[in-house]
């Protein structure tokens, strides 16, 4: 049996809060938080400095040296 495209593409390089970060290829939003442990709710995702809303997470690519800002919220008064 053949092993699917995805094991044979090299993972991807990308910035992350400023950080250098490798990713499997065809990762999408989602997975990306995964992938970093990232589980803080009320965050917020921009890639190349355009926000990502929550409900597009599964369906927005990450691509090769793509910059991403995850920011999460503050609480306090």
Known sequence: M????AHNTPPITVHVNGEPR???????VREM??????????????????????????????HPNDTIDILGAIYGG
């Open 2 to 5: 053949a092993e699917s495209s």
């Open 22 to 28: 490798t990713l499997p290829a065809g990762t999408n």
């Open 33 to 62: 938080m995964e992938h970093l442990d990232f589980t803080q709710t009320g965050s917020a995702v921009a890639i190349n400095l355009t926000f990502i809303p929550t409900d597009r997470y599964e369906e927005t690519p990450i």
